[in-house]
């Protein structure tokens, strides 16, 4: 025999823990522990998700304007857009989906178009040029936006005179 073969140590066997000893539990709970931390930051996602996809359509549309602040209607307009963007489509998804899915959409995005029509909707103030500024150096993670950062103002549905739409169209 050689002396490499005799010199091998012996392969170490894995502990195996008592299922009542404090280790265990010690173990057992970090692992539900994990799973909370998993779930919770899940559901914190979804409930970020609509906040997220109206920040990234008013972020779009502040690089394509580059203004510096923006006017209350201005702003309505903005919404108006987005809320556009949510609408239903019926064709498509009639044929893809449930029909009660379909009405469920379409009754959530009349209750948002009433929202914005009587009591105002939640968007970033862009009234103020801090604001326009952060948004537009914001890199698209929800963790920077804060109260303090970018705080939340209701605007109202702002109905353009037809004089001022004719002007807009030539």
């Given at each position: 025999m050689n002396k490499k073969e005799k010199k091998k140590a012996p392969q170490k066997v894995a502990k195996v823990l008592h299922p009542l000893s404090r280790k265990a539990k010690k173990l057992t709970l970090e692992g539900?522990?994990?799973i909370k931390k998993e779930k919770n930051a899940n559901i914190r996602k979804k409930e970020q998700k609509p906040i997220k996809q109206l920040l990234d359509h008013i972020?779009?549309?502040?690089?394509?304007?580059?203004?510096?602040?923006?006017?209350?209607?201005?702003?309505?307009?903005?919404?108006?857009?987005f809320l556009k963007?949510?609408?239903?489509?019926?064709?498509?998804?009639?044929?893809?989906?449930r029909t009660n899915k379909l009405e469920f959409t379409k009754s959530l995005y009349n209750e948002e178009i009433k929202e914005f029509k009587n009591n105002g909707y939640s968007v970033p103030d862009l009234t103020n040029a801090n604001h326009v500024k952060f948004l537009l150096n914001?890199?698209?993670?929800?963790?920077?936006?804060?109260?303090?950062?970018?705080p939340l103002k209701k605007f109202k549905y702002i109905e353009q005179p037809k004089n001022e739409m004719e002007t807009d169209s030539k």
């Open positions: 539900i522990r994990d972020q779009e549309i502040v690089k394509k304007e580059n203004k510096k602040t923006f006017t209350e209607s201005e702003i309505s307009d903005i919404i108006d857009q963007t949510k609408a239903p489509e019926d064709e498509i998804k009639q044929v893809t989906s914001w890199d698209g993670d929800m963790k920077y936006i804060t109260q303090q950062s970018l």
